[in-house]
C-alpha cells in the first residue's frame, strides 16, 4: 500500500521581489541586488516547511496544550533567557480558597464598621460570590460601581444591588464616559478586593433604601446627618487596610491553614526544576516575616526541608508598588525572634536568610540582575505587573484565578456564541443587496433585541456582572491591563510545568478589524490599475516594474551624482524584529535569516 501523502497545494508566496512556491519546490526568483547567500536561507525556509510537511499554511494548525494547562501570551518571551524567577506570595504562590476566604474577610470588616460607629442591622448581609468582579471602579462621588472599557466608556453601572438603566446612566455621566480620576474614582483590582466591592454594594443599597434616610445626589441624610457616598467609601476602604494589618484576618487564617489555603504537592516540584534548570528564584511579598514563614512552611516545608531553601532570595514587608521606586531601608531579619536587625543591609544577599524593604535597584544589583532577565510573577496588575513592567523592565507573568471559570463558561457556551455569530450573519444577509441608492431602511430591531439577548445569557454565565474580560463584545479595563503589563497570563503558575524551560512563548498576531475579518485569498490577477495609478505602492516587488524605464534613464546622471546614496537598498538581513525575544540581544546586531533557520533546525 502507498502510504505517501499527496504533494500539498501550491500557494504563491511574496517577501519584497522573491517569489516561491510553498509545498511545490522553489520557482524562479529575481532579486534586484540580493546575494545568492540570501537567496539561500529563504530556500532553506521553505525547504524546512516542505520537509515537515507544513508546506501548505493554509491548512496547518498549530499544537495547543490542554486549556487547563495552557499559558497565554501577550508578549513573546523565551525562557531560556529568564535567570531570575520572582515570586509574589498572596494569591500567588499562597493560593486562597475561595470564597470560605472572602466571606471570612467580608464579615471582619462588617465588624469593623459596627464598632464604629455603623447599624448593626450590617450584620445580617451575607457574602455573595456571584455579584463581585475584580477591575470594576467605584465612582465615590456618585456612589455606583462601574465596569468600563479600556477608555473609560461606561458598560455597566450599579447603585447599591440596583442596575442603572441607558437614561440613568445618561443623566449622571453624559455619553456614557468618565475620566479616571484618582481623587473620585478606585480601581477594585485585586483579589482582596473582592470582599470590598461586595460590601459597598450592600452599604451603599442599604442607605439608600432605608427608611431612616432620604436620598441626595451624593449621599444619603437622616436629621442633621449627612454621610457622603465618598466617606462611606473611605470608612469601608480603612476598616478593610484595619482588618488586613491590625484585624484577625491573619490570625484566623494562620489558625485555620487547612481551611483557607490550597496546599498544592507540585508546587516543590516547579521550584526544584527551576532551580536545576540553572535559574535563580527569590520571593518578593508584602506580607512581613512572621506570617510569611507560617504559610510557605504549610506550602513547602517537611522535616528533612526548610521552605527557605527553595529560593535563592527572600524579602518580605517590601512595600510594593514603593519597592519598585525609591523603596526603604534593606535591614536582614533576625529568624529566631522575628526581629529586624539595626543598621542598612549592604550586601551580598545570602541563600537562608531573610531580609526586608529595600528597593529594585538596590535589589537588583546585589543579586546582579538586569531588567529582562527577571520574570516576576504575581497577581497584583497594580503592584506586582504594572509597575514592575513600566519602571524596571521586568518580564511579567500575571496569575488569574478567574481565568479557570472563564475558559469553562468560553468552551462550555459555545452554543450562545455560535447564535451570536449567526444573528451578525442575518443582520449582514439583511443589508446585503442595498447600497447608497437604496430608498428604504430595513427593520433590524428584532435582530438587535435578540442580540441583547443572548450576549445578556452569556454575560450570566461569568456572573451577575459577567465577565472578568468582556462585556459583550467590548473588553473591560481590566481585559486592557492585562494585554499592556503582563507578558504571560494563566488561572495558575503551576502550569508551567507543561512547558520546557526552552519554550518560547509566541504571541499570537494582533489583528486589527481590517485584517481579522477579511479572509486571505489567493488570486493570480494583476494588481488594480486604480491602485498603481492612485496610491504611492510601497512594496518594492510592486514598484520595480513600475520604475524600470525611469530607472534605465537615470543611470547614467546617478554614476554622475556625489549623492552617496540615491535610494534605500532592501534590507538583506532580518532588521524588523516584531516581538523582543526575536531579536539577538546579546549582540543587537541584525541577524542573518540563515542564522534563524539554523537556530531552528537546531
Not at 462585556?471 to 508551567?496: E, K, W
Request: proline letters at 4%; a negative charge.
Amino acid at each position: 500500500m502507498n502510504t505517501e501523502l499527496p504533494p500539498a497545494p501550491s500557494a504563491s508566496v511574496s517577501h519584497d521581489s522573491i517569489n516561491v512556491s510553498v509545498g511545490g519546490g522553489i520557482s524562479s526568483s529575481n532579486y534586484n541586488g540580493a546575494s545568492q547567500n540570501s537567496l539561500a536561507s529563504r530556500s532553506k525556509s521553505i525547504e524546512l516547511l516542505s520537509s515537515t510537511g507544513m508546506g501548505d499554511l493554509t491548512v496547518t494548525k498549530s499544537y495547543k496544550r490542554d486549556t487547563k494547562h495552557r499559558v497565554f501570551v501577550n508578549r513573546s518571551l523565551h525562557l531560556e533567557k529568564i535567570k531570575f524567577f520572582g515570586f509574589d506570595m498572596d494569591y500567588t504562590l499562597a493560593v486562597y480558597k475561595s470564597p470560605q476566604y472572602e466571606s471570612m474577610s467580608f464579615h471582619l470588616v462588617v465588624e469593623r464598621l459596627i464598632s464604629i460607629g455603623y447599624p448593626t442591622q450590617i450584620r445580617d448581609f451575607e457574602y455573595d460570590p456571584t455579584f463581585p468582579v475584580r477591575g470594576l471602579w467605584f465612582d465615590t462621588k456618585y456612589g455606583n460601581l462601574l465596569k468600563v472599557d479600556a477608555y473609560g466608556n461606561l458598560l455597566v453601572c450599579v447603585h447599591g444591588f440596583a442596575f442603572l438603566k441607558p437614561s440613568e446612566v445618561r443623566t449622571l455621566y453624559p455619553n456614557k464616559f468618565i475620566q479616571l480620576e484618582e481623587n473620585r474614582i478606585y480601581v477594585l483590582n485585586t483579589l482582596f478586593n473582592l470582599p470590598e466591592t461586595y460590601l459597598l454594594a450592600c452599604l451603599i443599597d442599604f442607605f439608600t433604601n432605608s427608611d431612616e434616610f432620604t436620598n441626595e445626589p451624593t449621599g444619603v441624610k437622616c436629621h442633621d446627618l449627612y454621610m457622603s457616598f465618598k466617606s462611606i467609601f473611605q470608612d469601608c476602604r480603612d476598616a478593610m487596610d484595619w482588618v488586613h494589618l491590625k484585624g484577625d484576618l491573619k490570625r484566623l487564617t494562620v489558625k485555620n491553614l487547612e481551611n483557607f489555603v490550597h496546599r498544592d504537592t507540585l508546587l516543590p516540584v516547579l521550584l526544584d526544576r527551576m532551580r536545576d534548570h540553572g535559574s535563580k528564584s527569590f520571593l518578593l511579598t508584602n506580607s512581613e516575616y512572621d506570617y510569611t514563614s507560617k504559610i510557605m512552611s504549610y506550602l513547602l516545608e517537611t522535616p528533612e526541608r526548610a521552605w527557605e531553601s527553595y529560593f535563592d532570595y527572600i524579602v518580605v514587608d517590601s512595600k510594593k508598588p514603593n519597592f519598585f521606586g525609591e523603596g526603604t531601608i534593606l535591614r536582614q531579619i533576625d529568624k529566631r525572634t522575628g526581629a529586624q536587625r539595626i543598621g542598612i543591609h549592604t550586601g551580598p544577599l545570602q541563600q537562608g536568610q531573610i531580609y526586608s524593604g529595600g528597593c529594585c535597584d538596590v535589589f537588583s544589583e546585589l543579586i546582579g540582575a538586569k531588567g529582562k532577565d527577571v520574570l516576576y510573577i504575581g497577581d497584583h496588575i497594580f503592584g506586582d505587573i504594572l509597575k514592575s513592567k513600566k519602571i524596571r523592565g521586568w518580564r511579567t507573568f500575571l496569575i488569574i484565578p478567574e481565568l479557570a471559570q472563564e475558559l469553562y463558561v468560553w468552551t462550555n457556551k459555545k452554543m450562545l456564541y455560535n447564535r451570536l455569530q449567526n444573528l451578525d450573519a442575518i443582520l449582514s444577509d439583511i443589508y446585503r443587496n442595498l447600497d447608497s441608492a437604496s430608498p428604504f431602511s430595513p427593520n433590524i430591531s428584532n435582530v438587535q433585541e435578540a442580540m441583547r439577548e443572548v450576549t445578556h445569557e452569556m454575560d450570566l454565565s461569568y456572573g451577575m456582572l459577567g465577565s472578568l474580560f468582556r462585556s459583550g463584545s467590548r473588553q473591560t479595563f481590566f481585559a486592557s491591563q492585562v494585554i499592556r503589563y503582563a507578558d504571560l497570563y494563566a488561572a495558575s503558575f503551576l502550569n508551567l510545568l507543561h512547558y520546557p524551560f526552552s519554550y518560547l512563548f509566541k504571541a499570537p498576531p494582533m489583528l486589527m478589524p481590517h485584517e481579522s475579518t477579511v479572509e486571505h485569498e489567493a488570486t493570480t490577477e494583476p494588481l488594480p490599475q486604480e491602485l498603481v495609478s492612485s496610491v504611492a505602492m510601497r512594496a518594492r516587488s510592486i514598484t520595480e516594474t513600475i520604475e524600470s524605464k525611469a530607472a534605465k534613464r537615470n543611470t547614467a546622471s546617478r554614476t554622475e551624482s556625489t549623492v552617496p546614496h540615491l535610494r534605500a537598498e532592501t534590507p538583506r538581513k532580518l532588521t524588523h524584529h516584531h516581538d523582543e525575544d526575536d531579536s539577538d540581544e546579546d549582540t543587537g546586531l541584525p541577524i542573518k535569516l540563515d542564522h534563524v533557520l539554523k537556530e531552528e533546525d537546531d
